[in-house]
């Protein structure tokens, strides 16, 4: 779907850099890449939920995962002019503290150096090292100022392992608001296996990802507007994968139940100061239009604005079944979704495509 005025942008779209892999390989618990005798390929393990004895453990990992050159022809083929890439779930989550610091440094200097390699076309949102604590996590946030093409940071919902409400957060989300870094919220953990009931192994991926992930992301903003941190850090700015998740859907709801809520009454936190869901949607929000749908696609741009909606397309994830074919349906599916909702060649569409991206993330070159 090419259009004219400004160039087509993809800022949902991971790497694992050759190095992660190579950490991924050495391990025996998620995450992990491994083959399963007697087929001699190699699978990527990294939810919770698809560690298990099936087809459902894993999935094929081949180069489109870790060679940037393969992410280059991926965005020839499906006209995106530029890629703003992070590395993929589930991050440096996983690594020990005394680990923390070095390889947050080693990956985003790494996928830094894949970016210059490419001028003008990669772009991408650094990690950080959750796990290595409060300073070391500031310190890197300062460092990232130094990276030529970082323009952001990708986040999953655990934050240093008790949510995105965590008051521990408030310095580092304060960090970020003032080194102008959006955090890219992504999904990782889903919710408990114990929701998907016996069969779930029945079901390939599918409640995890398309029901585990939405929500993961909506209760973990949730929390963060209970907790009022946009108050607290007011020029926070963050891109939420996937839509948001349910939250365009289902912020009346939320506010409804936050307005009636006698508790929150009684600790004095419904007075006229507090900011409403729908203002922190239109104020510190961006929305991918990873939805697949219009409908989902126009409830995200009428809660956050269409000056907020910023294209994806989840490479390398989401790849054709069967048959190499030229184009991804799962990247073309996001296509139609944008024209379907504000029609081919509008503002709108120009604006989702890659003129919010390009003006938010400041990607000109
Ligand atoms: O298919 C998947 O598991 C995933 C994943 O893990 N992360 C992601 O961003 N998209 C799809």
């Not at 083959?35 to 699978?43: A, G, N």
């Not at 210059?116 to 090292?129: E, M, N, Q, V």
């Not at 957060?169 to 970020?176: D, S, T, Y």
């Not at 209760?219 to 507007?225: D, G, H, L, P, S």
């Amino acid at each position: 779907m090419k259009t004219s005025g400004s160039p087509i942008v993809d800022i949902h779209t991971h790497v694992y850099p050759p190095s992660y892999i190579s950490l991924l390989k050495a391990r025996t618990s998620i995450p992990y890449v491994r083959s399963f005798p007697p087929s001699p390929s190699l699978r990527l393990v990294i939810l919770p939920a698809e560690d298990t004895e099936s087809t459902s453990r894993g999935r094929p990992v081949g180069a489109e995962y870790y060679d940037i050159n393969e992410k280059i022809k991926f965005m020839d083929t499906h006209d995106i002019d530029i890629s703003v890439i992070s590395l993929a779930n589930p991050w440096l989550d996983w690594v020990p503290s005394s680990e923390a610091s070095q390889a947050a440094k080693d990956i985003n200097d790494e996928v830094d150096a894949e970016c210059a390699k490419f001028p003008g076309r990669l772009f991408a949102f650094a990690t950080l090292p959750l796990s290595g604590g409060t300073e070391v996590i500031i310190a890197e946030i300062e460092r990232l100022k130094t990276l030529k093409y970082m323009r952001g940071i990708i986040l999953g919902t655990t934050g240093l392992g008790k949510g995105l409400d965590d008051p521990e957060l408030i310095p580092i989300f304060k960090a970020l608001q003032a080194a102008n870094l959006p955090i890219f919220l992504h999904p990782h953990y889903g919710l408990p296996s114990s929701v998907w009931g016996e069969r779930s192994n029945d079901y390939g991926h599918v409640l995890p990802l398309a029901l585990g992930f939405p929500l993961e992301t909506t209760i973990a903003v949730t929390r963060m507007i209970l907790a009022d941190v946009f108050s607290t850090v007011p020029d926070l700015q963050m891109i939420l994968a996937h839509s948001g998740g349910t939250l365009p859907f289902l912020a009346g709801r939320i506010e409804s139940c936050i307005e009636h809520d006698a508790h929150l009454q009684a600790e004095g936190k419904l007075g006229a100061q507090r900011k409403t869901v729908w203002e922190i949607l239109k104020k510190n929000i961006y929305l991918d239009a990873v939805i697949y749908g219009d409908v989902g696609l126009k409830a995200a741009m009428q809660a956050s604005g269409e000056d907020r909606i910023m294209f994806g397309t989840d490479h390398p994830f989401f790849p054709p079944l069967e048959g190499e074919g030229q184009r991804w349906k799962s990247v073309d599916t996001n296509y139609e979704a944008i024209k379907n909702a504000r029609g081919e060649g509008s503002e709108g569409a120009r604006l989702a495509l890659g003129g919010n991206a390009v003006r938010v993330l400041n990607l000109s070159t």
